[in-house]
């Protein structure tokens, strides 16, 4: 199989979807790997690395339209739409629930369309999803931090505090892996941590791991409106697979905030927790709304490119393995977890959470694998 990697041209995404490491792999099982020239220089991975471990350096046309799996990271941009092509396999993350334009392209185009944030094994995790989640859940207290500097429009207050200084309410929506990270490192730091979930076994691992340095609170309507309210950082961290992330905040409650205090939203990506959010860049990651300082960048692991690279090729490599060694029709079918990645697939969709968002029903993946 031909497998293509592009450069990412999404506004300073600097990630690439392959590592050198990772193309040696794929030609040591007898396959070509075409490397768009350039790809891997925002990951510090220059070009000679990638030829050195046997790809083919070429330009962003050659690998869509030679490639037979396009390996990415982010979803297509609209320049590339018109590389798109029917039966071409690509790979990445798409979050098509918050971007119904892109699903129609895809259907239009008759693409077979996988999605990391979607793959998942019969033991309900997310193996491709995790390893950005645990980033950018780390990155967001950092980012949460800088919120709260007055010359960022914050309320001037360390999360750690000082002696004789309480230490910052950090408040976390969400106990899944980006949650439980960014508790990690918030607690790691000396802020009051306070962590918000509905499955009291999620909530009872975070505070078991943390040997009890956090309050853990069932997530309702009163206790997130209680603790939401006491907050100088929101981290919103909520997931449903590949579904639109569910609007905790409204902007009510957004307005009851303490002014100057912060939120992050991890879930932007998926169109984001509170009712007041809206994408950023990393060259413009904030604004202030509700006198709440807002950080809503939508690829967060983007600003730590390299380590997000391996980090992603760690988890990717071993089912695009699969992929390129039985072919996609039969990779899918001894494969549930690539099934469910799923989401558009010879013009229709396939992933129910896709499907909602998009208003069209959903059909099974097993009924167009032919």
Same mark, same amino acid.
């Given at each position: 199989?031909?497998?293509?990697?592009?450069?990412?041209?999404?506004?300073?995404?600097?990630?690439?979807?392959?590592?050198?490491?990772?193309?040696?792999?794929?030609?040591?099982?007898?396959?070509?790997?075409?490397?768009?020239?350039?790809?891997?220089?925002?990951?510090?991975?220059?070009?000679?690395?990638?030829?050195?471990?046997?790809?083919?350096?070429?330009?962003?046309?050659?690998?869509?339209?030679?490639?037979?799996?396009?390996?990415?990271?982010?979803?297509?941009?609209?320049?590339?739409?018109?590389?798109?092509?029917?039966?071409?396999?690509?790979?990445?993350?798409?979050?098509?629930?918050?971007?119904?334009?892109?699903?129609?392209?895809?259907?239009?185009?008759?693409?077979?369309?996988?999605?990391?944030?979607?793959?998942?094994?019969?033991?309900?995790?997310?193996?491709?999803?995790?390893?950005?989640?645990?980033?950018?859940?780390?990155?967001?207290?950092?980012?949460?931090?800088?919120?709260?500097?007055?010359?960022?429009?914050?309320?001037? *207050? #360390?999360?750690? $505090? !000082?002696?004789?200084? =309480?230490?910052?309410?950090?408040?976390?929506? @969400? %106990?899944?892996?980006? +949650?439980?990270?960014?508790?990690?490192?918030?607690?790691?730091?000396?802020?009051?941590?306070?962590?918000?979930?509905?499955?009291?076994?999620?909530?009872?691992?975070?505070?078991?791991?943390?040997?009890?340095?956090?309050?853990?609170?069932?997530?309702?309507?009163?206790?997130?409106?209680?603790?939401?309210?006491?907050?100088?950082?929101?981290?919103?961290? *909520? #997931?449903?697979? $590949? !579904?639109?992330?569910? =609007?905790?905040?409204?902007?009510?409650?957004? @307005? %009851?905030?303490?002014? +100057?205090?912060?939120?992050?939203?991890?879930?932007?990506?998926?169109?984001?927790?509170?009712?007041?959010?809206?994408?950023?860049?990393?060259?413009?990651?904030?604004?202030?709304?509700?006198?709440?300082?807002?950080?809503?960048?939508?690829?967060?692991?983007?600003?730590?490119?390299?380590?997000?690279?391996?980090?992603?090729?760690?988890?990717?490599?071993?089912?695009?393995?699969?992929? !390129?060694?039985?072919?996609?029709?039969?990779?899918?079918?001894?494969?549930? %977890?690539?099934?469910?990645?799923?989401?558009?697939?010879?013009?229709?969709?396939?992933?129910?959470?896709?499907?909602?968002?998009?208003?069209?029903?959903?059909?099974?993946?097993?009924?167009?694998?032919?």
């Amino acid at each position: 199989m031909v497998i293509g990697v592009p450069r990412e041209i999404k506004e300073e995404e600097n990630r690439v979807a392959l590592t050198p490491s990772g193309v040696g792999a794929l030609v040591a099982h007898g396959h070509r790997v075409l490397v768009e020239h350039g790809a891997g220089t925002g990951s510090r991975l220059p070009d000679a690395r990638y030829r050195d471990a046997g790809a083919e350096l070429t330009d962003a046309r050659s690998v869509w339209t030679r490639g037979d799996l396009v390996l990415k990271v982010k979803e297509p941009e609209p320049s590339e739409y018109e590389l798109l092509r029917p039966d071409l396999v690509l790979f990445t993350y798409l979050h098509l629930a918050a971007n119904p334009a892109l699903t129609r392209v895809l259907i239009e185009r008759r693409v077979r369309a996988l999605a990391y944030e979607t793959l998942q094994p019969d033991d309900g995790s997310l193996p491709l999803l995790a390893p950005m989640s645990e980033v950018a859940g780390r990155l967001a207290v950092q980012a949460g931090a800088w919120c709260l500097q007055a010359q960022n429009g914050g309320r001037g *207050v #360390l999360l750690s $505090g !000082a002696s004789g200084v =309480r230490p910052a309410k950090v408040v976390i929506l @969400g %106990a899944g892996i980006a +949650g439980t990270n960014a508790c990690q490192v918030a607690v790691g730091v000396g802020a009051d941590v306070s962590i918000l979930d509905i499955d009291p076994a999620k909530l009872r691992y975070v505070h078991d791991i943390l040997a009890g340095h956090v309050t853990t609170v069932m997530s309702n309507r009163a206790n997130l409106e209680e603790e939401v309210v006491a907050a100088d950082l929101v981290i919103g961290s *909520v #997931l449903i697979p $590949g !579904a639109r992330a569910p =609007r905790l905040l409204p902007r009510s409650l957004v @307005g %009851a905030m303490r002014p +100057g205090a912060a939120l992050v939203d991890v879930s932007i990506d998926q169109g984001g927790c509170a009712e007041t959010s809206r994408p950023t860049t990393h060259a413009r990651p904030t604004y202030v709304d509700e006198e709440v300082v807002h950080y809503c960048v939508t690829n967060m692991p983007g600003a730590v490119p390299h380590t997000a690279t391996f980090a992603l090729t760690n988890a990717t490599l071993s089912y695009a393995l699969e992929i !390129a060694d039985r072919g996609f029709v039969e990779a899918l079918r001894r494969n549930a %977890a690539l099934r469910r990645a799923s989401n558009v697939l010879a013009g229709r969709v396939t992933h129910p959470g896709v499907a909602e968002a998009a208003g069209v029903a959903a059909t099974p993946p097993e009924q167009l694998l032919s």
